[in-house]
DNA sequence: GTCTATATTGTGATAGAC
DNA sequence: GTCTATCACAATATAGAC
């Protein structure tokens, strides 16, 4: 029974993860997300009420795995650099196990901007944090000044780019060669860390 | 006659993007373009034989506006710093210009990566030839050693990003002011110029 | 070229047996 | 809880008059 229950529950989860992530909301089909889960589209609903509602479980679960878990590293007293290498090494490991979450957040979020309104209570998401300790190095003079919103945003830029823009990049850069794409990708938590220190650093 | 003809066309392939790039291609309706346009679908199927045809035609156009044009700015004689300078101003004011661009590109390509097979005859995109150079100025001594590769997916990061995370960003970072928005991406011109610069200038 | 009306298929959702 | 059968409607596409 509860046994039971829990187990068709989690089929239908991880079916539906599979299909809305390479679909989008709009793409996917129940029925498709029934074949996955080696059930029929009646269990799908009598789960879960509606397809939207459905989605939206799926939706808040990968917008949770969007956003770096990073809070305890951040207010942490490690040395600003360090914080920086800790930041983009755990969040592409999370990306690499999670390739497709980038792209169907950020699609579906277009498509639909208020789903943000529904999600904002309780992920305590404070940038203010790690942009009010950037503020106090460039005051101790230990990194050169720059602009933390902008830093913060060239920092997630470069880790999640190359999710984003897979195909093209691994299509233009790499005759898409997987194999290349991942080395590529494992590459760039060195690479990006001392792009960054380098172009903070004070000489 | 050939002058309705031009300007019904036209008409279309204007709601055709603006819907298409708002939705995507499983979110768009037929009905919603032939309202933008101020006609009924039965012209749609009159002037593109289907919703598919109609949105290869888009999607084509978008995807050349998608692709910075600076080849020629790549092959000239400037130096680099002036091409880095130039090649983020260019992209980024057309991408203001074209805000919803890049979005729909990467994600109708993560829906479908074939699309990219039929699309790239007659690009002549060329990242070798930048590679080359700034190969050409780590060997010179001018700038670090970096891997062009990243360089190039760094650049491109840095001034897609904020466009394919709009919503997040500001959100997040600006508390859904629009107007700080706009300066914001404003400012990233400079701002993704001189953090480059910082990155790879020697001392 | 442009319209109205309609055919046809696809898809989310429900009823009801087991 | 799980299934089959079916409803109701949405959406692409076409026929045919003007």
Redesign the interface.
């Known amino acids: 029974m509860t046994e039971k229950e829990n187990n068709t529950e989690k089929l239908i989860l991880d079916a539906a993860k599979n299909v809305f992530l390479?679909?989008?909301?709009?793409?996917a089909r129940m029925q498709e997300i029934a074949d996955e889960a080696g059930i029929n589209k009646a269990l799908l609903h009598y789960y879960f009420r509606s397809k939207d509602k459905l989605f939206e479980t799926i939706f808040q679960e990968a917008f949770k795995q969007f956003l770096p878990r990073v809070s305890d590293l951040i207010v942490s007293d490690k040395p600003i650099f360090e914080k920086i290498w800790g930041f983009v090494e755990t969040y592409i490991d999370m990306l690499m196990a999670n390739p497709?979450v980038p792209?169907f957040i950020?699609?579906e979020?277009?498509?639909n901007?208020d789903r943000?309104i529904n999600i904002?209570q309780g992920f305590g998401?404070q940038?203010q944090f790690f942009a009010a300790q950037i503020q106090k190095e460039i005051d101790a003079g230990v990194i050169?000044p720059?602009?933390p919103?902008?830093?913060?945003?060239?920092m997630?830029?470069?880790c999640?780019?190359?999710f984003?823009?897979?195909?093209?990049?691994k299509?233009?850069?790499f005759q898409n060669d997987d194999v290349q794409y991942q080395v590529?990708l494992q590459?760039?938590k060195t690479?990006?860390t001392l792009?960054?220190i380098?172009?903070?650093k004070v000489?």
């Open positions: 390479r679909k989008g909301l709009d793409g497709h792209i950020l699609s979020l277009n498509h901007p943000l904002f998401i940038p050169r720059v602009n919103r902008h830093l913060i945003v060239n997630l830029a470069m999640v780019f190359p984003v823009g897979r195909p093209i990049i299509g233009i850069l590529f590459e760039r690479e990006i792009f960054i380098n172009a903070l000489e």
